[in-house]
Antibody, heavy 123, light 109 residues
C-alpha cells in the first residue's frame, strides 16, 4: 500500500525550530518529486516547498524562503522539512504529498498525501 | 503571480442534484497543469482530476473536469451523500510552483 506518514509536529515558541519527517512506503521513493503543503486552521491549502526525486531541484514559497529547508534521504525513504525562525503565521497542519504519475506520464498534481502533522507556533 | 478564484464560496444542494464548481485564473494557464481535490473534515485532500479533465485512479465517473484558458469547471453529475466536502482547484506554474484556489464548500441543502 502506498503510504506517507508525517511526524515531528508540536508546539514551539516564535523564533524556534522544528524538523518534520515524512516516511514513505509502497512506491519507489527516489523516482518521485515530493512537496510539503500546509493548511492553517480553518483555512485553505498553501504549497510550501518541493524537491525532485534526486534532490537536484528545490523550490520554496516566498513565505518560507530563507527560513525552511526541504531535504530527502532516498536510502531511508524519508522527506524532511527543517523549519527555523518560526512565526505565529506558520501555525498549520503540514502535509507531505507525492507528485503523481499516471501510467508513465508525470502529472503536475499530488496523488498521495499523508495524514498531516500539526505545528503550533505560540508563546 | 497567478491567482485562482473559486466560486461559489458555498454551494448548497441536495443528494441527486448536479453540482458545478468554478475555478477562474487571473491569467491564461495550461490545462495540463490544472487539478481538483476533495477534502473532508479532518482528512487530507484527495486528488480527483488532473490535466483539467482526467480522472485520477479510483475516482467515480460522476466527477468530471473541463475548461481551458482561464476558466475551469468541476462537475459532479449526481451528488452522493459522501460528496459533500470542500473542493480545491490547483495550478502548477512557476512562482510559486503550485497555487491553490480558496476552496468551495459543498454542503447539504
Amino acid at each position: 500500500e502506498v503510504q506517507l506518514l508525517e511526524s515531528g509536529g508540536g508546539l514551539v515558541q516564535p523564533g524556534g525550530s522544528l524538523r518534520l519527517s515524512c516516511a514513505a512506503s509502497g512506491f519507489t521513493f527516489s523516482s518521485h518529486g515530493m512537496s510539503w503543503v500546509r493548511q492553517a486552521p480553518g483555512k485553505g491549502l498553501e504549497w510550501v516547498s518541493g524537491i525532485s526525486g534526486s534532490a537536484d531541484t528545490i523550490y520554496y514559497a516566498d513565505s518560507v524562503k530563507g527560513r525552511f529547508t526541504i531535504s530527502r534521504d532516498n536510502s531511508k525513504n524519508t522527506l524532511y522539512l527543517q523549519m527555523n525562525s518560526l512565526r505565529v503565521e506558520d501555525t498549520a497542519v503540514y502535509y507531505c504529498a507525492k507528485k503523481g504519475i499516471f501510467g508513465l506520464i508525470i502529472i503536475h498534481a499530488f496523488d498521495i498525501w499523508g495524514q498531516g502533522t500539526m505545528v503550533t507556533v505560540s508563546s | 503571480e497567478i491567482v485562482l478564484t473559486q466560486s461559489p464560496g458555498t454551494l448548497s444542494l441536495s443528494p441527486g442534484e448536479r453540482a458545478t464548481l468554478s475555478c477562474r485564473a487571473s491569467q491564461s494557464v495550461s490545462s495540463s497543469y490544472v487539478a481538483w481535490y476533495q477534502q473532508k473534515p479532518g482528512q487530507a485532500p484527495r486528488l480527483l482530476v488532473f490535466g483539467a479533465s482526467s480522472r485520477a485512479t479510483g475516482i467515480p465517473d460522476r466527477f468530471s473536469g473541463s475548461g481551458s484558458g482561464t476558466d475551469f469547471t468541476l462537475t459532479i453529475s449526481r451528488l452522493e451523500p459522501e460528496d459533500f466536502a470542500v473542493y480545491y482547484c490547483q495550478q502548477y506554474g512557476s512562482s510559486p510552483l503550485y497555487i491553490f484556489g480558496q476552496g468551495t464548500k459543498l454542503e447539504i441543502k
